[in-house]
């Protein structure tokens, strides 16, 4: 990952340092608690893209025997080993996830894991364009009869919301039904990281995340059955 990314590196590692425990502070609560209610049968699990795990807890992860990271960034490695010392991370790079079989290629390499998508699914780590359509579409197939659960960027925007509360869907809703849970009315431009109708029939909870001052992000929790 480059140093200076705007999504890692040394630029996202600077914001961690001065909102995490301002600004990121209630969405931190929010994936806590989705975490706590996360309880897959696996004794393995594959924290894919955690950074500096700033979202993660000690509670989660000694749920945990073994945990592998795929994270590519040597320094969020490092303030991940730091943030949890009583933590023995199997570090990897995850190289060529993205490619069309790397999901099949990381489901057969870690048989008995459980994946946690950390905030991965809403980045371009994942590839561009069609290809990156047709990897999120793959998804589920490719982990089926596994555990897995993502956090991840839905949309993100300059426009304050008017209603910052979490909320929670049955199901998917086509993207500006969702955005209206938090934004009425009026104009909205925003980035759409699509990853919106992922695991369509699954239930979902959604929360707000300002980034920084002036730039909000709406989240989307899910899991596998």
Do not use: K
Not at 102 to 126: E, H, K, S
């Amino acid at each position: 990952m480059p140093v200076l990314h705007p999504s890692g590196g040394l630029v996202y590692h600077l914001r961690a340092w001065r909102h995490c425990a301002t600004l990121w502070a209630p969405f931190h609560v929010q994936v806590r608690a989705w975490l706590a209610d996360w309880r897959p049968a696996a004794t393995h699990l594959v924290l894919l893209g955690p950074s500096g795990g700033y979202a993660l807890d000690t509670a989660f992860l000694a749920r945990m025997p073994r945990i592998t990271v795929l994270e590519p960034d040597p320094l969020a490695r490092a303030i991940l080993r730091r943030r949890f010392p009583g933590t023995a991370f199997r570090f990897a790079p995850g190289e060529g996830l993205g490619r069309p079989d790397g999901l099949q290629r990381l489901a057969a390499a870690c048989p008995d894991a459980a994946f946690l998508f950390c905030n991965l699914l809403g980045q371009r780590l994942v590839g561009q364009g069609e290809a990156r359509q047709d990897w999120l579409a793959g998804l589920p197939a490719a982990l089926a009869g596994r555990a897995w659960a993502s956090w991840h960027d839905l949309a993100s925007t300059h426009r304050p919301p008017d209603v910052a509360e979490p909320f929670t869907l049955p199901r998917a809703e086509p993207l500006d039904e969702v955005l209206a849970h938090a934004w009425h009315g009026g104009e909205l431009i925003i980035h759409d990281h699509e990853t919106a109708g992922l695991l369509p029939d699954a239930p979902r909870r959604h929360a707000l995340w300002t980034l920084s001052p002036g730039h909000y992000h709406l989240v989307e929790w899910l899991h596998s059955a």
